[in-house]
T-cell receptor, first 113, second 115 residues
């Protein structure tokens, strides 16, 4: 399975936008890009996913590069509640096997008041 | 609606004890996953059920780990003769189907500490 690379940590000021990058240079054409976040002492929480086009939902936006070798999760106005570890995960199309997630170590986002 | 629940939330065991961790998935969800998360790391896959069938147990670290889902809903992860290296958070996740586009809903986890 293709791997992702994320910065270990990032900081943002409250109420400012945050851009969380993810590199996935070996992505294949049918790999979905999923983002999850994990708040302290909680299980991972789905944020957003996409294939080729940029995606928006109530939590965030996902910007996918034209060559799909990188993507960026955008939080439009960071709040203290957004402090979490953010995971970028590739979801390959399988003809057999399990649709398990393969997590990396993610990006720890700190939001400053 | 109700999400995925896990119990107990915290478990302290003495080395060598057996433990059982319970997962209640979202009602009607076909797929159920168990993950193990060591401190400071991302979750790692342990095993997968589709209804009552355990289709993938490739991530179970040893034969001391055993999981079941006998009626296709509640699942139990059992660890026999616990070791200190088993200390971790055990996460359960469920999804509506086993399909390509399905996302997984995670429970809060059970934090296991083996002394």
């Amino acid at each position: 399975d293709a791997k992702t690379t994320q910065p270990n940590s990032m900081e943002s000021n409250e109420e400012e936008p945050v851009h969380l990058p993810c590199n996935h240079s070996t992505i294949s054409g049918t790999d979905y890009i999923h983002w999850y976040r994990q708040l302290p002492s909680q299980g991972p929480e789905y944020v957003i996913h996409g294939l080729t086009s940029n995606v928006n939902n109530r939590m965030a936006s996902l910007a996918i590069a034209e060559d799909r070798k990188s993507s960026t999760l955008i939080l439009h106005r960071a709040t203290l509640r957004d402090a979490a570890v953010y995971y970028c995960i590739l979801r390959p199309l399988r003809t057999s096997g399990t649709y398990k997630y393969i997590f990396g170590t993610g990006t720890r986002l700190k939001v400053l008041a | 609606g109700a999400g995925v629940s896990q119990s107990p939330r915290y478990k302290v065991a003495k080395r060598g004890q057996d433990v059982a961790l319970r997962c209640d998935p979202i009602s009607g969800h076909v797929s159920l996953f168990w993950y193990q998360q060591a401190l400071g790391q991302g979750p790692e896959f342990l095993t997968y059920f589709q209804n009552e069938a355990q289709l993938d147990k490739s991530g179970l670290p040893s034969d001391r780990f055993f999981a079941e889902r006998p009626e296709g809903s509640v699942s139990t992860l059992k660890i026999q003769r616990t070791q200190q290296e088993d200390s971790a958070v055990y996460l359960c996740a469920s999804s509506l189907t086993s399909g390509y586009q399905e996302t997984q809903y995670f429970g809060p986890g059970t934090r296991l500490l083996v002394l």
